[in-house]
């Protein structure tokens, strides 16, 4: 099996190794029923997987078809895991498990129940073995229990050997040797590549290409809007159109949804309205579903190219470019091609910030996986004299939530008797949100689980919630730190309070120095895996911030924008809401509008053509038309008179 395992590493889904041996790529089933394709961990585990998220509801069979060239007895294995075993006590069995599905060959669901093998990591399974046709078969995966049951691939073979690889890891190198289909525009490259479709990106891409750039959006989600998407579900915060340069934010009001709230219905997001915006401009080639996974760079460090590959088809491409622009948040593209960058909290030596730690550690903001339930109306059978109405009742059973042995235990002090999980369920602050953020987002969703759980059906004020039923739980995480891109300057907290004035001052931050710690009881009663945290904000005015902290400092025709920034630890306190980076999108747009007019980098455009900049920041790239107002979540920012702050006024 090691050595089936060795030549699956090396090719793609769907493939036939031999007559004896096919592998199918599960997000690549023509049917994905009620199952998800889950992309976010490619980086870690090799592969977009499906997901069961189910919420305790067993979802709709994924389902597809395969030709067999050789009928026969086929062994059948599974890439799968154990999602829930971290946190189950040592010497729980099987039936403690989350996450469980059964496979079904040709109508026949096979006896073994799958997904709780393990202990924690992705491993290969052997479901059972079957016979195979020649030409059409089906298979199904079919969902047991709605708690996110995950599948990346099914391979039949007839290999009899059981001496299965727990490492083999087949679903990403086969993509290193496919050859690239290169995209470009009309036969030469894009002007700028800009990789990430957030609020940042979005914005990136429309002020560029408005300013007469052939742009490519390139985002990794089959939606656009990032933390601001119906998939994480965060409002915009922070303001836009203050001085000095009242005109950005701009496009931040065409593509912003005219309703705030985080963890609301999908609507309330308006993802079609960023989508709208988006393909509407005519100089914009959007690439959705594109994970970037490798970078190109020449001699003198600079990014020819950038590799991605499809979360559903699995198609590598190379996407080639004169500049490029990071806005993956994670600082993605910048560490791929060797950009300086930090990563955890700076000493109060180092920074000389008074909200620094005293040692440097590798600490950050967490994640969230917000949710919420909904209060549901039980019909009862009408009562009455002759001729009254029966009404047709629900039934109970949709308003109950399974009691699971996995589940953690709660106890008055950790609950949260509540509709909705907001901001503060923050998880992943001690641990590696790059490398292990698969962990993070399975710890957000089980202590969401376990909370739920004991409002149902253990507390003391369970009655209280009898007519709720938990309706939404995020399965894609809302990051708010992990890498930030060094440039020429790097923004503290000093910049801000000592309000120093740059001559290259953009758009203002207003958000507080807003930074976040795990809730001292919730990490005491979770042995150091907190889920709760508590926040602090330092107000202060608003402050333009450099254009110096847009491009990285050794990585010549490399951009940013977004939480990827060139900030300090304290200092992405306030520059981290989504209204402040679209901002600094507009900005980079107009900067590498005049990095292809002037043929400079980045930072030529600080050294020689900053008069420029600042023109193209005062007139502004909207398209000057009427938006619905966003009064909401905007921020506890120290306002003064117009009078008062110099940068109401235009000043430097």
């Not at 593209?333 to 040692?359: C, I, M």
């Amino acid at each position: 099996m090691k050595r089936l395992m060795t030549t699956l590493m090396a090719l793609g889904a769907a493939w036939t190794v031999s007559a004896e041996t096919i592998l199918l790529e599960c997000e690549q089933f023509k049917n994905l029923g009620g199952w998800s394709i889950d992309s976010q961990f490619i980086d870690e585990m090799g592969s977009s997987y499906l997901l069961a998220h189910g919420l305790g509801k067993p979802v709709a069979d994924a389902t597809t078809t395969f030709e067999v060239k050789t009928a026969g007895r086929y062994n059948v294995y599974v890439r799968t895991k154990n999602w829930v075993y971290k946190w189950l006590p040592q010497g729980r069995g099987r039936a403690d498990g989350a996450g469980a599905f059964k496979l079904s060959v040709n109508g026949v669901k096979l006896p073994n129940l799958l997904g709780w093998q393990g202990k924690g990591e992705w491993l290969w399974v052997k479901a059972d073995d079957v016979t195979l046709k020649a030409g059409a078969n089906t298979v199904a995966i079919c969902d047991v229990n709605g708690f996110d049951g995950r599948c990346d691939a099914i391979c039949f073979s007839t290999d009899s050997s059981d001496d299965v690889d727990p490492a083999g890891r087949p679903c990403l190198n086969w993509l290193d040797v496919r050859p690239f289909s290169a995209i470009a525009c009309s036969g030469c490259t894009y002007d700028l590549c800009v990789v990430g479709g957030g609020i940042a990106g979005i914005c990136t891409a429309i002020s560029a290409a408005r300013l007469g750039l052939k742009v490519a959006l390139v985002q990794d989600r089959p939606v656009l809007g990032g933390a601001n998407s119906s998939e994480v579900r965060v409002h915009l915060g922070g303001y836009q159109n203050l001085g000095p340069y009242p005109r950005l934010g701009d496009v931040v009001a065409e593509i912003g949804p005219k309703a705030g709230g985080n963890a609301q219905p999908a609507e309330r997001y308006e993802d079609d309205r960023k989508l709208a915006a988006v393909k509407a401009e005519k100089n914009i080639d959007l690439f959705l579903n594109q994970r970037v996974t490798s970078v190109f760079t020449n001699e003198q460090g600079r990014i020819n190219a950038v590799g991605a590959v499809h979360t559903r088809d699995g198609v590598h491409r190379r996407f080639a470019a004169r500049l490029f622009a990071d806005c993956t948040g994670d600082g993605t593209v910048g560490y791929l091609a060797g950009a300086d960058y930090r990563l955890g909290r700076e000493s109060r030596a180092e920074t000389g910030e008074k909200d620094a730690v005293d040692v440097a550690d590798r600490q950050i903001l967490g994640a969230s996986c917000q949710w919420y339930a909904e209060r549901k109306k039980v019909k009862v059978i009408g009562e009455g004299g002759e001729g009254a109405k029966a009404l047709t009742a629900e039934p109970l059973n949709r308003l109950t939530f399974p009691n699971e042995p996995w589940m953690i235990k709660f106890n008055e002090e950790a609950v949260d008797y509540a509709l909705r999980g907001d901001w503060n369920w923050e998880t992943g602050m001690n641990r590696d949100q790059l490398k292990d953020f698969e962990t993070v987002r399975d710890y957000a969703m089980l202590v969401a689980y376990s909370n739920w759980n004991h409002v149902k059906n253990i507390g003391p004020r369970k009655a209280e919630f009898a007519d709720a039923e938990l309706v939404w739980l995020a399965y894609v995480a809302g990051k708010r730190e992990t890498r930030r891109l060094m440039g020429d300057h790097i923004l503290t907290y000093d910049d801000v309070f000592e309000e120093r004035k740059y001559p290259d001052g953009t758009c203002c931050t207003t958000w507080a120095i807003d930074l976040h710690y795990p809730m001292p009881a919730n990490q005491r009663n979770y042995d150091g895996e907190p889920f709760r945290s508590i926040c602090t904000h330092d107000m202060h005015y608003p402050y333009p911030i450099p254009y110096r902290c847009f491009y990285s400092r050794n990585v010549p025709n490399l951009f940013m924008a977004g939480r990827d920034i060139s900030v300090t630890h304290v200092a992405l306190g306030t520059t981290r809401v989504m209204r402040t980076h679209g901002m600094m999108g507009e900005v980079v747009g107009m900067a590498a509008s005049i990095c292809k007019k002037r043929g400079c980098d980045p930072r030529g455009v600080y050294e020689k053509h900053l008069d420029e900049l600042k023109a193209l920041m005062t007139k502004g790239v909207g398209l000057g038309r009427p938006q619905p107002p966003q009064n909401y979540n905007c921020g506890a920012c120290k306002f003064r008179k117009p009078t008062d702050n110099p940068h109401y006024k235009g000043g430097k």
